[in-house]
Every structure is written in C-alpha cells, then in structure tokens.
C-alpha cells in the first residue's frame, strides 16, 4: 500500500516510529516474555515506565514542581465533570468562556452539574468582516469571586486557536486537547491543564491533568473515586487500575518528541505546515477559510469549497491519492485537515499539491 496520509481530527495518526516500536514490542514488552498489556501496573516494570514517562513529559512542557501530573480514564469529556466537580463546591461560582464547540459542551456539563453553584457562560467570539475573531474580555479590577475560569485554546471542530494568554484573577482552567505540546507555553500561568489523549499524545480514553497542588483544597462536589484529583494524586494515578497500554504509547511519543527536539522544535515544524496549508487555501480563489488570521488553529485547519456540491469529489479524489478524513465535523461542514505533532511536512505537501491541482480542475 503507498502513504496514506490521515487527517483525522481524533483519533489522530501517531508518529510512525511510535507506532513501529509498539508492534515490534507488543509481544514482548522489556525482555519479560508478556505484552505492557499483560502485566500488572504494580509491578515494577510499569510503575518505571509511569515515572519516566511523568518525568519526560515534565521535562517537554517543564512543568513546575508545584504541579502534579495526573493519567487519568475518560477522556477530555471527563475532565469536563471532574473540573466541577472538584473545584466547584455546592455555592460556589465559574465562568466558562466559549469560543466553539467543545467549549460550550464544557459549559454545559459544568451546568448540568452545578445544581446550587452558578455557572456563568460569556461567548467570546464575535464576527470581523464576516470572519470568527476571539475577543478576549478585560478582567482588571473585576470583584467577581470565580472559583475558575474555563477556555478552550484550540476549538477542534471550528478550527479556532487563542493564542494570548488570559489575564484573569482566578485560576485558569484549559481544555488543551487538541494542542497540547504543539508549541511551548507557560504552564505557571494555568491552574489546570487538561487533554484527552487521542491527538497529541496517544490512544483515546487517557486524559493528562496537569494542576496546581494547591488547588487540591477547593471545596468539592461529591463525586466518583476515579475522577477525584486528590486522590488520583495520592495514589499516582493508580487509585484505580489505569489505561496501561495507553499510558505506555503516550511514553512512547513524549520520548519521540523529546528525540526530535522537544516541544520547541514541534513548533517551528507545526508552524510552518500551518502556513503552508492556509497560504494555498488563501492563495487559491477557490477554497475559503472563515475565521481571522489571528485566531486561526495550527493544529484544526478548516475551509470550504468555492461550490459545496463539489465536496463529494474532493474527498472521494483525495482518497484516492491517499489523503484521507478531511471531511469536516457535521455540524460546520466544508473540509478540515487535522495536522497535529505527528502529521509531517510531506503530509501538507502532498495535500497542498493535491487541492491545488483539485482548485485547476475545478475552479
Ligand atoms: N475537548 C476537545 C478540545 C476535543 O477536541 C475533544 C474531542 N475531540 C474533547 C474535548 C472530548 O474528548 P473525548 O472524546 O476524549 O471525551
């Protein structure tokens, strides 16, 4: 079979030296004759992994001690109940800024859960020129007592990245599924970071959580052992017992990214396949991506055809040449090419080429 290039907004492809090294140890895992699947997260194989894998991942995004990094079950959707839960309290108050999809579904948990406690939801996009801009509201002097604030910084579905930080007084809560360890950030600046696992770090189900130890004494709702952050923390990430083979895959791509340069180099290369993939869509009077140029995600990259009806044979002909899930969620429609960590410059090459001789056809 040629290269397939996949664009999947998640799951995502995974670098393929991971995905090599996985299957020429999945029968034998650590010269111990049993798969990582096989073997209790007890023993002192796995917890040696965990703790490398804690310790490479501190390293990539360096993450300050006053941190715990936490592997969690459930996924980004998880940590949308276990942010209320953990951190609400019966009368206390949050404010969820929505900037796309998944931000407004977290607002909605966190108001399905909230019961006494206030959830208060502020939409921070807004049109310029017909284009989705963020507009980051001003928090200075504000006297509200918000137990957090929760945002978005890569809205998967819409193809809208925030770049700025926020400047807020209460602890920032972000939703970093979609781009975590895409470029560098300032960890010291969040009081929770979470990502479900299926873009940038390895298979669906895992969650990372990474919060400050302090925040562990913010009045709880009652909720499920398994999602409780204190206790995941006490018992490092074993309360339970956890998506091991998961777990070992998301080692095996912090390594991987470490070996090509860490988060600093990914940046550069994520960047720059970014620029590429909008300068041909702009470029092409036939393809169209709707939102400003300052908000636009390096990671979810949408756009439409000059004539919807022509969608079908896009994807049908992408396919063909090998570059496939382009189709963009249902409810945006259009295109999207998901170009996370993994995804290589050939890919954006090969897709590039591809939709410019497409827009010739065509246009
Ligand atoms: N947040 C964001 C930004 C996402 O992209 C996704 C999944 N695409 C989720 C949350 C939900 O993740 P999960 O399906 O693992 O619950």
Request: hydrophobic share 45%.
């Amino acid at each position: 079979m040629s290269a397939v290039f996949n664009f999947c907004a998640g799951p995502a492809m995974l670098p393929a030296p991971v995905m090599k090294k996985a299957q020429e140890e999945l029968l034998d895992w650590n010269g111990q004759g049993v798969s990582v699947m096989e073997v209790s997260h007890r023993g002192a194989p796995f917890i040696e992994m965990a703790k490398s894998s804690e310790a490479c991942l501190r390293e990539l995004m360096n993450i300050p001690d006053n941190y715990h990094v936490l592997f969690m079950h459930g996924g980004g959707r998880g940590q949308f109940s276990a942010v209320v839960n953990n951190f609400l309290g019966n009368n206390g108050r949050a404010l969820y800024l929505v900037s796309g999809q998944w931000s407004k579904a977290a607002a909605e948990e966190a108001q399905k859960l909230a019961g006494e406690a206030q959830i208060d939801v502020l939409n921070i996009v807004k049109k310029d020129n017909g284009l989705n801009a963020v507009e980051l509201p001003v928090f200075s002097g504000s006297a509200e007592q918000y137990r957090y604030l929760h945002y978005c910084p890569n809205e998967t579905v819409d193809g809208i990245e925030i770049f700025d930080d926020i400047d807020c007084p209460w602890p920032v809560i972000a939703d970093m599924s979609s781009n975590i360890m895409s470029r560098e950030i300032d960890v010291s600046r969040f009081g929770l970071i979470y990502a479900g696992a299926q873009k940038n770090i390895g298979p669906s189900g895992l969650a990372i959580v990474i919060v400050r130890k302090d925040l562990l004494s913010l009045p709880q709702l009652t909720q499920s052992s398994i999602m409780d952050y204190r206790l995941t923390a006490e018992n490092d990430s074993m309360y339970n017992t956890p998506p091991t083979f998961a777990w070992y895959l998301a080692a095996q791509v912090f390594d991987w990214l470490k070996s090509i340069g860490g988060v600093k180099a990914i940046a550069a290369i994520n960047a720059e396949k970014a620029r590429r993939l909008y300068a041909c869509i702009d470029d092409s009077g036939f393809y169209k991506n709707g939102v400003v140029k300052a908000n636009r995600s390096q990671m979810n990259v949408t756009f439409q055809l000059a004539d919807e009806s022509l969608d079908k044979a896009f994807l049908q002909e992408a396919e063909a040449a090998g570059l496939v899930a382009l189709k963009g969620h249902r409810i945006v429609g259009g295109m999207r090419a998901s170009i996370y960590n993994a995804m290589p410059l050939e890919g954006i090459d090969a897709l590039v080429s591809f939709m410019n001789s497409f827009a010739a056809k065509h246009g």
